[in-house]
């Protein structure tokens, strides 16, 4: 049995977790492999700022730093904005997946364009920044959101009379207006508005944190992981430093 676990970029309760733990029904996967879901000790308490995302960074690199040597086969993160992918994958040899880039290169395999749709415009730089990685703002039809302050914690619970709908119309705006023909859900947090998305558009609409679980297996199934030429590991490895930190940050509230 592969073992894969799920970094959630946020404490938070255990049934919390188990709604981000939902995201594992809308995909099929073989019985041979298994996802476990962990929460960060320390987050921001949003992605709005440089300095967020340099603490969401590192929360996620000490969540998930000991995975290979407690016996996972590879890490998801579960977060478009790809936070500790890269910090990770120095310090892995098993695959470190994050939704963001994936999102957007399997959108092209499905479509010429595509438009991201999000709940707020404060999350617009981790998918401007992931478009500058990998020179694709040509293939970004548009960026829209509903602008709606987003909950890391309770997600979409009780506001899907309110919020799906108003991503529907964004949607719309993105195909008939922008020229989109496939939407990507700008957050693991919107996941539960997936199905009622993917019912009503007339494109494909992609779901990342499914995407991952399945790239997961994929990759394991192939034998393939991410390039140490492209991401070598540090000569001087400070994990004690990391877990210390991390934990006294924990005392704190961990936000």
């Not at 548009?142 to 949607?171: H, M, Y």
Request: aromatic residues 6%.
């Amino acid at each position: 049995m592969k073992r894969v676990l799920v970094i959630v970029p946020f404490p938070m309760s255990a049934e919390n977790l188990a709604q981000r733990r939902e995201q594992l029904s809308a995909v099929t996967l073989g019985p041979d492999i298994s996802f476990e879901f962990e929460p960060v000790k320390v987050a921001p308490k949003n992605y709005v700022s440089a300095s967020d995302m340099t603490l969401a960074d590192f929360g996620v690199l000490e969540a998930g730093l000991d995975a290979q040597r407690r016996g996972f086969d590879a890490v998801c993160i579960d977060t478009m904005s790809d936070s500790g992918v890269a910090a990770l994958r120095s310090e892995l040899t098993i695959p470190v997946i994050g939704p963001g880039r994936a999102s957007v290169l399997t959108a092209l395999m499905f479509g010429n364009r595509f438009s991201i749709i999000a709940m707020w415009p404060h999350w617009r730089h981790f998918y401007t920044r992931t478009l500058s990685d990998l020179g694709l703002h040509h293939s970004c039809a548009s960026i829209r959101w509903i602008d709606a302050t987003p909950d890391n914690q309770a997600l979409l619970a009780g506001k899907e009379d309110e919020i799906f709908p108003a991503l529907e119309k964004v949607a719309r705006d993105c195909i008939a207006r922008d020229g989109a023909d496939v939407i990507l859900l700008g957050s693991t947090t919107m996941h539960q508005a997936h199905a009622y998305l993917a019912g009503r558009l007339p494109v494909p609409v992609i779901n990342p944190g499914p995407l991952t679980y399945k790239l997961a297996e994929a990759a394991l199934g192939l034998g393939l992981s991410h390039s140490r030429k492209a991401w070598p590991p540090s000569p001087a490895p400070r994990h004690e430093t990391v877990h210390a930190m991390a934990a006294a940050g924990a005392q704190t509230g961990g936000t």
